[in-house]
């Protein structure tokens, strides 16, 4: 009977023993798939980061081709001005850029905007051209170009028969970007 109770009390201490391991072990597993949850959502933000970051590179490598990234070129802007004019044959033109200004006053702003004003004076022979030359100049600028004003009007002439060309005054902001690096 000794025997017996002694084997039973072995039989209850190793069913505790075994019962006890196998909540360690549940715990150890639950432990492990939180882990390899975290784990796994940690690599699906990596990736959609890594998709992002990508697009936006590709969008940066852009903006740099066409120049609305980095120092403003005023060479480069002053280039496209005269072939420009030299395509259309185009009488009197000038033009004039203003000083670059930050269009955010804020400080902070990794990329802030710039704003330079072209003022720009020329005489079309017509209408049309004098549309084909500011969609020109939009499609040539290393800069975002919108067009805030323009005056399109006929030049007095004093023969009735001579050909009366246009004349036309406009102001056009030139955008750009630039890293903020402290050096403006």
Not at 31 to 42: A, D, F, G, P, V
Not at 117 to 136: G, V, W
């Amino acid at each position: 009977m000794l025997g017996l109770a002694a084997s039973l009390l072995l039989a209850l201490a190793l069913a505790l023993w075994s019962h006890n391991l196998a909540s360690q072990a549940e715990q150890a597993r639950d432990t492990s798939r939180k882990s390899k949850n975290q784990i796994e959502l940690r690599l699906q933000q990596a990736a959609a980061e890594k998709g992002e970051l990508g697009e936006r590179a590709v969008l940066y490598r852009e903006l740099q081709r066409i120049g609305i990234t980095g120092k403003d070129s005023r060479l480069a802007w002053a280039e496209v001005m005269d072939s420009v004019a030299k395509a259309f044959q185009t009488q009197d033109i000038s033009y004039e850029f203003a000083p670059r200004v930050p269009l955010d006053k804020t400080s902070g702003n990794v990329w802030p905007y710039f704003s330079s004003t072209l003022h720009l004076q020329f005489k079309p022979l017509h209408e049309a051209e004098f549309l084909a030359i500011l969609a020109d100049i939009q499609r040539r600028a290393p800069a975002l170009v919108l067009l805030n004003s323009c005056q399109l009007s006929r030049s007095p002439t004093p023969d009735e028969g001579a050909l009366r060309p246009l004349s036309a005054d406009c102001k056009m902001q030139w955008l750009t970007a630039q890293q903020d690096r402290g050096e403006r």
